[in-house]
């Protein structure tokens, strides 16, 4: 084993002087945004579904789904061949909607009309107990009919197969008992159910049982116990409306003789003579005097007014004048006096012809005075008698009016008994003419139940129904397998995919380890350079070159959150492939607590190391060892120091990556788990960038971030994640990552045996 030339300082007896800490020349992520980031969690919209996702966690829980619907198929159909075969005979029946009113008063009802809730009723009339008890009671269906509907159980059915019975009992002519007809009433609603047709008058009325010829008749034994219950109801219900009418009518028949007697009675005893309407003698005469009275007192004004008016004026109204013969005699003197003055102009006045004509005219003078005078007469004389008819008039209207008030006092009790009278024989007609009425409608109905199909014997069993059950098995199993898988899915809190990677730590993924087979070790999956597992370290030491903008970090860091992730395995296989590149590596084993790095190398570990190293035990050229492979030393942890954390905080460790990247072309770390102790934060600090090792499907998210915290708190340059020993059909992306790691030669899916 060769030692490789490096020079000696402060490690060792080199007097050039070496930093304390070099300053990094890759430049820092921001990690305050990170830090906000972790602090805040998934920021994505949880509103959005992302249906990718639930489609690879039931694929990765295929088998489980597999089992349950497997599990529920076998249940379906275990529970079919168990179940007691059920026959299903129907009857169909029509029912029309019509009824009367037998005692309400008003209109006889039209059959023609449709109650929307009379089909529910009848629905419920047919599934009554009280029909159950008669249909129960015409099947004579006592403890030993009973005995022999009871379903047989599957080993009842199958010693029945192997053996049938040939003796069939008959039925029961006993009477049934109480407890009898209330159990076989029971099961009569058991197996019964009604249906309506849609749209229709059509109940479907089906019974289900073991028995098929039983089904039969007890479908049809319920129509035909509907169809005689109804009947009886309705000639049941005239009857009783026929019997009730006729004592009412009795009742009523005889309360109306009394209330007329009895207004009779009263009447002729108080003398009281009513002329119709409710009106007495006394009244009807008083309002014949009373319009009398207004008449008079009309008239009486008139004439009045006309005496008024002759007593202020001479003249004659015109009206009178009219009616009177003023107007002709005034037209005869008017005639005299035209030949009076005509004859003047000839003759003198005393000529006897004009005498004559003079004496005519006084003649009519006094003619028309004493028509004047008559009229006045006449006048006064109406008026005195239109006076003294309506002083008359008003003695009488006096008189009648205390006999109206006398007669109004003892008409009360007779309008009373009157009032009973008519009411009595208004409820007498209204009975006769209803129990007329109910008599012809209980012999002009017709049965409004109709039985359309009668119910035959089943052919075969309706239930159990093996398909529909199988179907409901499958589907429930496949329910309950859905719902196992998402809970176990989402009760599992383990970073399993690269895309929970980049959503939980907000960091990219640089490479993924695909997981080995049960029979497959690291260094055999090492020596075949086209498996998969050499494929994807390639791939990473591909990402590295682009994780930062100067390429790979010169010292280069591998951490993980614990124990057991595979940073070791990786740290080698990287060193390893940075070296057949033909750069010189250096690959320090900086786990002082738990070292296993020397397990996987074929060369010893010497007795210093990297601890003896930091403690100024041994120089940097002593602790340096050849692996074996070109281009590629290692440092060993070394023996294991009680206090690593004080080792890696001194200025040594600084140092040390100093003059190893001066020295190097790579600088490799395995450093140690960051949770629980101090030792890689520290190393973190120091090294240019660090990659995160995560377990696929083991690593806790919550561990993750809090060592992702720790290691940013550290003011440490994490590149990105490697996740290790990943399973994509396990994690339900195996046709996603098939292509990838079969690409270039066969198929060879990790977790399988190569």
Do not use: C
């Not at 994505?44 to 990765?60: P, V």
């Not at 006592?142 to 003796?167: F, H, I, V, Y």
């Not at 197996?191 to 009325?205: A, E, F, R």
């Amino acid at each position: 084993m060769s030692t490789p030339n490096l020079p000696v300082g402060p490690l060792g007896e080199d007097p050039s002087p070496l930093p304390a800490r070099r300053d990094h020349a890759l430049a820092r992520p921001d990690n305050a945004q990170v830090l906000d980031l972790l602090r805040e969690g998934n920021s994505d919209n949880a509103d959005e579904i992302d249906l990718l996702a639930y489609w690879r966690m039931l694929a990765k829980r295929r088998w489980l789904i597999a089992s349950l619907v497997a599990a529920g198929a076998a249940i379906a159909l275990a529970m079919t061949l168990m179940a007691t075969p059920m026959y299903r005979a129907t009857a169909v029946v029509k029912i029309d909607n019509f009824s009367q009113s037998i005692v309400q008063m008003g209109e006889f009802s039209s059959p023609f009309g449709w109650d929307p809730d009379f089909l529910t009723t009848q629905v419920g009339v047919l599934t009554s107990r009280t029909l159950a008890e008669r249909v129960a009671e015409d099947l004579h269906l006592d403890s030993e009919a009973l005995a022999r509907l009871r379903p047989p159980s599957w080993l009842e059915r199958l010693k029945g197969t192997l053996r049938p019975d040939a003796a069939a009992k008959g039925e029961a002519t006993t009477a049934m008992s109480a407890a009898e007809r209330a159990t076989a009433a029971g099961t009569i609603m058991g197996g019964l159910q009604v249906q309506p047709q849609m749209n229709s008058k059509l109940v479907d009325i089906s019974f289900s049982s073991p028995v098929p010829a039983f089904a039969a008749r007890a479908a049809n034994a319920v129509a035909d116990g509907y169809i005689a219950q109804e009947l009886e109801r309705t000639f049941g219900a005239s009857s009783y409306a026929r019997t009730y009418l006729e004592e009412q009518l009795e009742l009523t028949n005889a309360r109306l003789e009394q209330s007329e007697r009895d207004l009779v009675e009263f009447a002729q005893k108080e003398n009281l003579v009513n002329v119709g309407e409710g009106q007495s003698l006394a009244g009807q005469n008083l309002g014949t005097i009373n319009t009398s009275l207004a008449e008079a007192q009309a008239q009486r004004i008139r004439a009045q007014a006309r005496w008024s008016q002759l007593q202020a004026n001479d003249s004659l109204p015109q009206d009178l004048m009219a009616a009177s013969l003023v107007p002709s005699l005034r037209s005869q003197r008017a005639d005299l006096q035209r030949q009076y003055q005509e004859k003047l102009q000839v003759f003198k006045p005393d000529y006897p012809d004009m005498q004559r004509l003079a004496s005519q005219i006084k003649e009519m003078d006094r003619q028309i005075t004493a028509e004047i005078a008559s009229v006045r007469r006449s006048v006064r004389a109406e008026f005195d008698a239109a006076l003294a008819q309506e002083k008359l008039l008003q003695g009488q209207l006096a008189e009648l009016r205390d006999e109206s008030l006398d007669t109004d006092s003892r008409s009360i009790r007779y309008n009373i008994l009157r009032r009973e009278a008519d009411t009595n024989r208004q409820l007498y007609d209204s009975l006769l003419q209803r129990y007329k009425m109910v008599g012809a409608a209980s012999d002009a109905r017709p049965n409004n139940i109709a039985i359309i199909d009668r119910a035959q014997v089943p052919g075969g069993a309706y239930s159990p129904n093996g398909i529909r059950n199988l179907a409901i098995g499958l589907f429930l199993g496949l329910l309950l397998g859905v719902a196992l898988a998402l809970l176990l899915e989402f009760l599992d809190d383990t970073l399993k995919t690269p895309e929970d990677v980049e959503q939980k730590l907000r960091l990219p993924v640089l490479g993924i380890i695909p997981k080995l087979g049960a029979k497959q070790s690291v260094a055999t999956a090492v020596q075949d350079l086209r498996s998969p597992f050499s494929e994807a370290y390639r791939s990473v030491r591909t990402a590295l070159q682009f994780s930062t903008d100067h390429g790979v970090p010169k010292t280069l860091l591998l951490t993980s959150t614990g124990p057991g992730e595979g940073k070791s395995t990786s740290a080698l296989a990287l060193a390893r492939n940075f070296a057949q590149l033909g750069k010189r590596v250096l690959l320090v084993e900086a786990d002082m607590r738990n070292p296993s790095l020397h397990r996987n190398l074929t060369v010893a570990a010497s007795g210093k190391g990297l601890s003896s190293l930091l403690a100024g035990a041994a120089t940097l050229q002593d602790v340096v060892v050849a692996s074996g492979e070109a281009q590629l030393d290692v440092i060993f942890a070394g023996p294991l120091p009680p206090n690593p954390a004080e080792l890696l905080s001194g200025t040594r460790l600084v140092s040390l990556l100093g003059i190893a990247a001066q020295h190097y072309d790579q600088v490799v770390i395995d450093g140690p788990p960051v949770m629980g102790i101090a030792d890689g934060p520290l190393l973190a600090n120091s090294a240019d960038g660090t990659l995160l090792v995560v377990d696929s499907g083991r690593t806790k998210i919550g561990n993750a971030q809090a060592a992702l915290k720790r290691l940013l708190v550290a003011r440490a340059h994490v590149i990105g994640v490697l996740l290790t020993k990943y399973n994509p059909k396990a994690a339900g992306q195996g046709y996603h990552y098939e292509s990838y790691y079969a690409y270039g030669g066969p198929a060879r899916l990790p977790g399988k045996s190569q």
